[in-house]
Nanobody, 123 residues
Framework: QVQLVESGGGSVQAGGSLRLSCRAS????????MGWFRQAPGKEREFVAG????????EYADSVKGRFTISRENTENTVYLQMRRLKPEDTALYYC????????????????WGQGTQVTVSS
């Protein structure tokens, strides 16, 4: 069983930046695809970004493409989400997720989840 712990959330004004981190334990991180999802109040959880086990494949939701960057550091069992030019509509609880090998955009294809970290963007 893998454990995921997110950090780095907070409150920021529109146009600002934040970097989220997710540290994994209890699983071979190097063979895991890692993903970031978010859920705003009253909305379904949605895919934000994902990175394959080898970092060869990186995917983004259209709404964050060009503003967010996902990366991983296997020596630290950590995945990052650098968020720039934040908008009020980016406000949500951000979750880290893990699954084997490759990225999937559907939430039901991920088998491990963190507790989430809140990101609030004010206008």
């Amino acid at each position: 069983q893998v454990q995921l712990v997110e950090s780095g959330g907070g409150s920021v004004q529109a146009g600002g930046s934040l970097r989220l981190s997710c540290r994994a334990s209890g699983r071979t991180f190097s063979s895991s695809a890692m993903g970031w999802f978010r859920q705003a109040p009253g909305k379904e959880r949605e895919f934000v970004a994902g990175i394959s086990w080898s970092s060869a494949t990186v995917e983004y939701a259209d709404s964050v493409k060009g503003r967010f960057t996902i990366s991983r550091e296997n020596t630290e069992n950590t995945v990052y989400l650098q968020m720039r030019r934040l908008k009020p509509e980016d406000t949500a609880l951000y979750y880290c997720a893990a699954r084997e090998w490759i990225v999937a955009r559907s939430t039901d294809r991920w088998d491990a989840w963190g507790q989430g970290t809140q990101v609030t963007v004010s206008s």
